[in-house]
C-alpha cells in the first residue's frame, strides 16, 4: 500500500495538493475530522466515547482516534493507499500510526512536508479569508495557529527523518510546480 501523511503549516496547500495526489495515484483520503464526525453521527461506540471528551471540551485520545482510523482502513483492504490529512499531529500520534499500519502488513511510505515561509503562509491565509470568509483567516488567528504549528506539530517532521520517511517540498510556485515535484517524489517510492 502507498501510505502518505502530509504536513505542513496551515495555508501550505495541504488540502489542494491532497485531491491531486488522491486523483493521480488512486488512493483513499482518511481525514481525522471526518472520520470522527461520521463516527459521532452514527452513534458507534467510538463515536458515543469521542463525543463525550468533546463535549467536555477536551481532546479525544490518540488511543480513540488511532481506533476509528484502523477501523477505516479495515472497511479499505482493496485500496491502493491513502494519504492522511490532519493526522498524525504529535510524535506520540505518529507511533501509534506506525503501530497501527504495522499490525496491518503495511507502514507510511512517505511523509510530504509542504515548505512555505511564514510570510507567504500569512499572505496566502488573508487572501483565502477574504475569498471564502472564514472567519479564522485572520491575522491574529493565523499566528496563533503558525505558532502552535511551529511549537507543536513542527517537530514531528524530525521523527519522520529519523524513520527515512521525510520528503521536503518546496511548497512555492503554482499549484502545478508543486504537485510536479510531489509526483516525482511519490513515484519514486
Known amino acids: 500500500m502507498l501510505n502518505i501523511v502530509i504536513f505542513g503549516a496551515p495555508g501550505s496547500g495541504k488540502g489542494t ?94 511523509m510530504l512536508n509542504l515548505q512555505v515561509d511564514d510570510e507567504e503562509l500569512v499572505n496566502r491565509l488573508l487572501e483565502r479569508g477574504k475569498v471564502s470568509g472564514r472567519s479564522d483567516d485572520n491575522l491574529e488567528t493565523i499566528q496563533s495557529r503558525l505558532e502552535v504549528y511551529h511549537n507543536q506539530t513542527a517537530p514531528l517532521a524530525e521523527y519522520y527523518i529519523q524513520e527515512g520517511k521525510h520528503e521536503a517540498i518546496k511548497g512555492v510556485g503554482t499549484i502545478e510546480e508543486i504537485f510536479n515535484r510531489i509526483k516525482k517524489v511519490v513515484a519514486s517510492k
Request: zero cysteines; charged letters at 30%.
Open 17 to 110: 495538493q491532497s485531491e491531486l495526489i488522491i486523483k493521480e495515484f488512486g488512493l483513499d483520503h482518511i481525514s481525522t475530522g471526518d472520520v470522527l464526525r461520521a463516527e459521532i453521527k452514527n452513534g458507534t461506540e467510538l463515536g458515543k466515547t469521542a463525543a463525550g471528551y468533546i463535549e467536555k471540551g477536551q481532546l479525544v485520545p490518540d488511543e480513540l482516534i488511532i481506533d476509528m482510523l484502523a477501523g477505516v482502513l479495515d472497511s479499505k483492504e482493496a485500496s491502493k493507499g491513502v494519504i492522511f490529512d490532519g493526522f498524525p499531529r504529535t510524535i506520540p500520534q505518529a507511533k501509534a500510526l506506525k503501530a497501527m499500519l504495522n499490525e496491518r502488513g503495511t507502514d507510511v511510505t512517505v
